[in-house]
């Protein structure tokens, strides 16, 4: 074939062939580099997004189409042999449909970045994540397109080799089955958006900032510093708290005073509670109440809501909250709990203990305030009887 390729060819239909590949790729490279100095000058003028599409696919333009069209040129200048001339048909028709896949992924690429793009209404998080997805999954479809293209092209049985691989897949499905749930579970959170990312999110005890959300695993940035990885199939088997999307929060915290509180000056407390909790902006205030009797003190609770999700906002509140009441009640003489047990032994003696140290008081030795161990509590209540 070759030596019948060089006989029926001159020296000048090779020159003319070669002159026709190189001169094809010349004149490409020089009108790919024209239009798109062109199309940049006129882009940054223009609201429609056809030119940027066209600078889209002409920077993927690549030497192949150069090629393709040059090998075709320089066959019209030779005598080849059948077989050859099959060939290089296939040649060329397989160097134009890899070309036509660079376009069809720029062009995908170029059609999910107008669609997520950073104009668009929508969480960010959610838009990232989204096209994160839609690319790869684009992409993986597109090229096995174009790889059952070519291969057709050159003469397989694509028919064939699908349904060998259809076989085969249910094998290799079988031996992948993580990564498969993996991958499904991917899927799951970019329809259902569970999470997105920037989204802070707690799973059992371990929390962070969403970075990352990938085919088989999602990253988390703790608030410790280091990155904690999941499993996409683990995580939504989880149960998933997303604070990204309180609106609201509501904060309910308990109050004690001590027993010897009078009456009178429990009633006002709720009232105090209020004022403080109603004097702070971003804060609706919900309810205050004398809630029971303690162990060791008077309790109270009380509910308020915050405006904001923002955590610091919500301690910014509490703890001017809790000066305005430590104020208040220093004014009105009213004391904060502080956890003690008294205990009675056969009526004659008391014993008053404190998880504070406690010490003597001064000139009554018989009053002494003491701090017993278990045991010696113990053994005292068994003498009182």
């Not at 429990?266 to 403080?276: G, M, N, S, T, Y």
């Amino acid at each position: 074939m070759f030596r019948e390729l060089i006989s029926n060819n001159t020296l000048q239909d090779w020159s003319y062939a070669l002159l026709a590949i190189i001169g094809s790729m010349l004149v490409l490279h020089t009108v790919r580099r024209l239009l798109l100095a062109r199309l940049a000058a006129i882009t940054p003028t223009t609201d429609n997004g056809i030119d940027d599409f066209l600078v889209e696919l002409l920077s993927v333009t690549r030497i192949l189409l150069g090629a393709a069209i040059g090998l075709y040129i320089a066959t019209r200048f030779l005598t080849l042999p059948e077989a050859l001339t099959t060939l290089v048909n296939r040649i060329f028709v397989g160097l134009l449909l890899l070309q036509a896949g660079f376009w069809a992924n720029r062009g995908f690429d170029f059609w999910l970045q107008r669609r997520f793009s950073v104009t668009t209404p929508g969480d960010p998080g959610a838009r990232a994540m989204t096209r994160s997805l839609l690319t790869f999954i684009g992409r993986v479809v597109l090229w096995a397109l174009v790889l059952l293209l070519v291969l057709d092209n050159l003469g397989l049985d694509v028919t064939a080799l699908i349904a060998s691989l259809g076989i085969g897949g249910i094998a290799v499905a079988l031996a992948v089955q993580n990564i498969l749930s993996d991958l499904f579970a991917s899927l799951s959170i970019a329809v259902d958006q569970p999470f997105v990312i920037g989204d802070f999110i707690i799973v059992d005890d371990l929390m962070g900032t969403v970075e990352h959300v990938g085919l088989k695993t999602t990253r988390v940035r703790s608030l410790s510093g280091e990155q904690i990885i999941f499993s996409n199939n683990d995580l939504l088997k989880s149960r998933i708290r997303n604070y990204k999307r309180m609106q609201e929060r509501r904060i309910a915290f308990p109050i004690g005073v001590t027993y010897g509180t009078p009456a009178d000056r429990l009633e006002v407390i709720p009232d105090l509670i209020r004022q403080a909790i109603e004097s702070q902006p971003e804060v609706r205030f919900d309810r205050a109440h004398f809630k029971g009797f303690g162990a060791s003190s008077l309790d109270f609770e009380a509910v308020y809501i915050v405006l904001s999700a923002d955590f610091n906002v919500y301690m910014d509140v509490q703890q001017a909250i809790n000066l305005q009441l430590v104020r208040a009640f220093a004014e009105r003489e009213i004391q904060f709990a502080l956890p003690t047990q008294t205990l009675h032994v056969g009526g004659r003696l008391q014993v008053e203990g404190s998880l504070q140290a406690a010490e003597p008081d001064e000139g009554k030795p018989e009053g002494r305030r003491l701090s017993p161990a278990p045991e010696a509590l113990q053994s005292w209540a068994k003498a009182g009887t």
